[in-house]
């Protein structure tokens, strides 16, 4: 009797639980299909039904469009790819070296370096004072170091991570047995600290490289469209068709190309769909290592 | 003799300076390049908090620019602006704060309780998909949504209830909660994963003993999971209300687009000083707000970790 009812609650648990599951997965993956499923939808059948799950008519027209565009799309995405990865390596270098010096703790000023790291997470200039100090000091403006550099190059979450890394998981009797054999700090930092903290740097250089991907705000700040649109990346284009849904065609290097031509109501689902297709791809293949970048970041030390 | 035996002590000693010096001149070189970002990304900003206080030209630059008092700030605080933004700020943010820390545990418990792996797996797969996009593309589904032409709920879902189509983005009254679970579908997967993560490394040992004395699944969440969670749950809160008077920008300047006539549901501190920097290039107000913003910021910094400090010290952040 007893064996029975549990058995019914734990039936009805997984019930439940599946359910809701199902039903906040729907939630979240929905709107995707939908923004697939407009951008494959008839310009014309758009305007008349408005954006659906199950169209009237299909059709290529945006993508067509966007082919014949695609020196401003392809120009953008070359621009995302350079400004991830050289963003990417440029924060773990400068990252793992700082973490590395301060996870020295016999440095005299280890500690000083250390909360000058920490206290730039508990205050900050502000956006006007970082804005003018990057445009009127450094001239950063319309530059490609605009995506690069402002606030992403070196986390203080990230260099506790790493640091926290270097003194746990690297035995101090190794580093000490290759100062014995005479190795130098930098060739000990870059041949046995780097190849024993993969992982860690893995981890950081993927949410580092997710960050940049998905960056639109610095541009937002720092390119103007008569001077930087060279270095827009594909979120600053998106967000541009946001702003000006002809920013396409207006930026065509077939400038007699009529705006009527425009397939403007699923094109930019077109170019969205575009925007994420890459990240959608790769995501089953580092999902694991998104999630522990995840978790780590959640626990503080 | 003696003085021999002096010297060596002193060479000794200037030695052993020497060459400890050396020794950490390589890791002071390769903290430089770290030290010089944090002086220009950080450090100098701070300075540029002098903007707020002086009357900009650009011509003068920032130091020969005129001072001007509190000018700025009695220009913010007199307009209706400055309250708008702050209760919007914060409002918001309580909101946010409660609801994500409600639906994540939620999730994550519920999560926990599937059996099937490639099930589970496949579910926090698809709650974290949102939070691995940016604000645009999430502006462009909820677009996909709402547009009032051609988005799916006026012409899918209202028009066939016979209900007339609204203008989403001309409507102040719907965007409190239009945000709201903007911010839930993004944001939920990412704190989900990290409850979940804490769930998972609980001892089975409890929840066998619990089962054992008779106890049902909703006991063991309530006197298990739920008190064993509290750490994560106040380093997580302590967190939030550090940053309550920051605001998501993205979710507040991409998903209503910027929509002048919804500001007084959607301003919050960090996109009036985005439109007051870039669209009006109003340094007075724009540095006055984002000061106000950084000052407060630092005071609820400081207040959440001494409030902690006091209730559970072991979960303080410093």
Redesign the interface.
């Known amino acids: 009797m007893?064996e029975k009812r549990k058995i019914n609650?734990?039936t009805v648990?997984?019930i439940?639980?599946?359910a809701?599951?199902?039903i906040?997965?729907l939630?979240?993956?929905l709107?995707?299909v939908?923004?697939v499923i407009?951008s494959f939808t008839d310009n014309q059948t758009?305007?008349i039904?408005?954006?659906?799950?199950a169209p009237a008519k299909w059709s290529l027209e945006a993508y067509k469009y966007i082919a014949s565009e695609w020196g401003t799309i392809g120009r953008a995405y070359m621009m995302t790819i350079v400004v991830t990865v050289v963003g990417t390596v440029l924060s773990l270098?400068?990252?793992s070296?700082?973490a590395?010096?301060?996870s020295?703790d016999k440095?005299?000023g280890h500690k000083i370096?250390m909360f000058?790291?920490?206290f730039?997470m508990?205050?900050?200039?502000?956006?006007?004072?970082?804005?003018?100090?990057y445009s009127?000091?450094?001239h950063i403006k319309n530059t490609i170091w605009a995506l690069i550099?402002?606030?992403f190059?070196?986390s203080p979450f990230n260099?506790v991570l790493v640091k926290n890394y270097f003194t746990n998981s690297i035995s101090p009797s190794i580093l000490e047995a290759a100062k014995i054999d005479g190795a130098?700090?930098?060739s000990v930092?870059t041949k046995i600290v780097l190849p024993l903290s993969v992982p860690i740097l893995a981890t950081i250089g993927l949410m580092t490289g997710?960050g940049y991907?998905?960056?639109?705000?610095n541009g937002?700040?720092f390119l103007t469209e008569n001077g930087g649109s060279q270095y827009f990346t594909i979120?600053i284009v998106?967000?541009k068709i946001?702003e000006n849904i002809n920013f396409l065609a207006n930026n065509s290097e077939l400038a007699a190309k009529a705006t009527q031509q425009l397939p403007s109501?699923t094109m930019?689902?077109a170019v969205?769909v575009i925007?994420?297709l890459p990240?959608m791809c790769a995501?089953?293949f580092f999902?694991k290592y998104?999630?522990k970048g995840?978790?780590l970041g959640?626990?503080?030390e | 003799m003696s003085d021999k035996k002096v010297v060596p002590g002193k060479n000794a000693g200037k030695t052993k300076k020497k060459f400890r010096w050396k020794e950490y001149l390589p890791y002071y070189l390769l903290a430089l390049p770290g030290v010089i970002y944090m002086l220009c990304n950080n450090y100098l900003p701070m300075f540029g908090i002098v903007i707020a206080f002086k009357n900009l030209n650009f011509r003068k630059g920032i130091f020969g620019s005129d001072w001007c008092g509190f000018d700025n700030f009695k220009f913010l605080f007199a307009s209706k602006d400055a309250l708008t933004i702050t209760r919007n700020t914060l409002l918001y943010n309580i909101a946010f704060i409660i609801l994500t820390t409600v639906f994540a545990i939620g999730i994550a418990i519920l999560i926990n309780e599937i059996r099937s792996k490639v099930a589970s797996r496949l579910y926090q797969s698809l709650i974290l998909l949102p939070y691995l996009m940016s604000w645009v593309i999430a502006s462009y589904l909820a677009y996909a949504l709402l547009s009032a032409e051609t988005g799916l709920i006026n012409n899918g879902i209202l028009a066939n209830l016979g209900m007339d189509p609204v203008s989403w983005y001309n409507t102040p009254k719907y965007w409190p909660f239009i945000l709201t679970f903007v911010h839930l579908w993004k944001g939920v997967g990412y704190a989900m994963i990290i409850y979940y993560s804490s769930i998972v490394g609980i001892s089975q040992d409890y929840y066998e003993a619990a089962t054992l004395d008779g106890a049902s699944k909703w006991q063991q969440i309530k006197r298990i999971t739920i008190p064993l969670l509290k750490p994560t749950i106040i380093t997580m809160f302590v967190l939030q209300i550090g940053r309550i008077f920051y605001s998501d920008f993205g979710l507040f300047y991409q998903i209503p687009m910027n929509s002048g006539s919804l500001y007084s549901v959607t301003r919050t501190i960090d996109v009036y000083v985005y439109n007051a920097l870039m669209k009006s290039s109003d340094f007075g107000m724009s540095s006055a707000a984002s000061v106000y913003q950084s000052i407060v910021g630092f005071v609820m910094i400081l207040g959440a970790n001494a409030f902690i400090r006091r209730v559970s010290k072991e979960n303080a952040l410093f």
């Open positions: 007893n609650e734990s648990w997984q439940a639980a599946h809701v599951m199902i906040g997965s939630l979240a993956l709107p995707f939908l923004l407009a758009a305007l039904n408005g954006y659906s799950f270098v400068i990252t070296t700082f590395f010096a301060v020295n440095l005299p370096l000058l790291s920490i730039t508990l205050f900050n200039g502000g956006i006007v004072a970082s804005y003018y100090v009127n000091i450094f550099v402002p606030s190059l070196m260099v130098g700090v930098f930092f997710i991907w998905n960056d639109w705000t937002l700040y979120q998106l967000n946001n109501t930019r689902m969205a925007g994420i990240v995501y089953p999902q998104f999630v995840i978790t959640g626990v503080k």
